[in-house]
């Protein structure tokens, strides 16, 4: 069982930063490969970066590369994703999801376990 938070949205202006966590409890953090989903208005949800059970490895969408950072402290039970330059168009809800590594502690963008309720990320002049 994994209980998962989401912090750190709000209102920020174009090529600002931001600072996403998703906090866990309920189970050790290091059982699961992590994954940030976000949702804009009026669109389908897009899977934007993840994060395998021990932080070796990670992903991310081509529409954030070399802005985004995925990282995770296990023993804060904390992912976070650092975001830079932001645009316009990263407006969203942002949400974190985790998915069970059994024996495939990689991370993806399918078959997630858990989800949290998301958290508003605009970005806006």
């Known amino acids: 069982q994994l209980e998962l938070v989401e912090s750190g949205g709000g209102l920020v202006q174009p090529g600002g930063s931001l600072r996403l966590s998703c906090v866990a409890s309920?189970?050790?953090?290091?059982?699961?490969?992590i994954t940030w989903f976000r949702q804009a208005p009026g669109k389908a949800r897009e899977g934007v970066s993840c994060?395998?059970?021990?932080?070796?490895?990670?992903n991310y969408v081509d529409s954030v590369k070399g802005r985004f950072t995925i990282s995770r402290d296990n023993a804060k039970k904390t992912v976070y994703l650092q975001m830079n330059s932001l645009k316009p168009e990263d407006t969203a809800v942002y949400y974190c999801?985790?998915?069970?590594?059994?024996?495939?502690?990689?991370?993806?963008?399918?078959?997630?376990?858990?989800w949290g309720k998301g958290s508003l990320v605009t970005v806006s002049s």
């Open positions: 309920g189970n050790i953090l290091d059982y699961y490969a």
């Open positions: 994060i395998s059970s021990s932080g070796g490895s990670t």
């Open positions: 999801a985790a998915r069970a590594a059994g024996q495939n502690p990689s991370c993806g963008y399918l078959g997630m376990d858990y």
